[in-house]
């Protein structure tokens, strides 16, 4: 499977993983200092390595699967209620393992 497919899932994955993360933090603000965290550790870390492993991953693939992987399992902790996000979150890992990228040329 070759194409922008991971690309194409991974993007939405992180802003959505950001927004859910900033929204949380906001709505939070009045709760302990670990529920703070957790809200903000999960969802903005996770969000962020999404997004880091899906940019990142065109150039060196083994470090953008990774970030992808640790983000996507960080944030699906904090998102398990959607059930949605969760499953989201496995097919765009698993189309980032599934995909090669363009094939390699020898010149």
Known sequence: ?????????????????LAFGAIEVVTHLDD???ALAFWGLSLLGGG?????GTLVRPAKRSLGVTFLTI???VASNATLWTVLIPIFAIVTVVAAF???????TTA
């Open 98 to 104: 599934r995909d090669r990228g363009p094939a390699a």
């Open 1 to 17: 499977m070759t194409g922008p497919s991971a690309r194409l899932l991974g993007l939405p994955l992180g802003a959505i993983l």
């Open 48 to 52: 962020a390595l999404v997004l880091a």
């Open 71 to 73: 983000g996507a399992v």
């Open 32 to 34: 302990t200092a670990g």
